[in-house]
């Protein structure tokens, strides 16, 4: 069974649109993420959940919102997408608590034509 | 702000040989934690071994291991015994332990020639 889960795994979208990447969470974890890796493979935290509660919100752009219904779900809304948006966006999740080792899901591969 | 810090963009191992990947981190925390995923071309985030600070032995698991040296702020990880199944970009991280956020090193890329 699939620990971490991203939908799509692949998108293809023109600028100016807006879409929405999911994920869940099957591990029973309190905390989940949203890292972004560019084109140069460096990955860097967007946000991070803990029980619906948005504890980390690095400068990301306005344009992005995450949401997180329930703590096993945290979904990443972008409005307005642009060129730059282009990157994988990997779904994160963990216990939280001193030991919490964080567990990725596959990623998803966005490309803004 | 804490920073990780892979010097090696890639390398080259024979198979059945060992590999050694460098990471150097900066932070003024005491107590934190560091961590080597790996990124095979799935695209999958794998974790492949973990280190406490606190802790002075060094984390093994398996083929893998790391040498921690936390005055010198240094996080090598061995690979013994390569595989091709190894073959894969390799990112150092660091997480403060009161905090969630990982920070990672840009990643080193792994070849395993047969």
């Known amino acids: 069974d699939t620990a971490v889960s991203q939908t799509p795994k692949y998108l293809v979208t023109q600028m100016g649109n807006d879409k929405s990447i999911k994920c869940e969470q099957n591990l029973g974890h309190d905390t989940m993420y949203w890292y972004k890796q560019d084109s140069k493979k460096f990955l860097k935290i967007m946000f991070s959940y803990n029980n619906k509660e948005l504890i980390i919100n690095e400068t990301v752009p306005n344009r992005f919102s995450p949401k997180s219904p329930d703590k096993a779900h945290l979904n990443l809304h972008i409005n307005s997408l642009e060129l730059g948006d282009s990157a994988v966006y990997f779904c994160a999740s963990s216990r939280r608590g001193a030991t919490d080792t964080q567990y990725f899901g596959p990623g998803t591969r966005l490309t803004v034509l | 702000a804490q920073t990780v810090t892979q010097s090696q963009p890639e390398m080259s191992v024979q198979e059945a040989e060992t590999v050694t990947l460098s990471c150097t981190y900066d932070t003024s925390e005491s107590d934190y934690y560091l961590f080597w995923y790996k990124q095979p071309p799935s695209r999958q985030m794998i974790l492949v071994i973990r280190?406490?600070?606190?802790?002075?032995q060094n984390a093994t698991e398996n083929r893998f291991s790391v040498n921690f040296q936390k005055a010198a702020k240094s996080f090598s990880l061995k690979i013994s015994d390569s595989q091709l199944g190894d073959a894969a970009m390799y990112f150092c991280a660091y997480r403060k332990a009161a905090g969630n956020k990982l920070t990672f090193g840009g990643g080193t890329r792994v070849l395993v020639k047969p």
């Open positions: 280190q406490e600070a606190y802790k002075q």
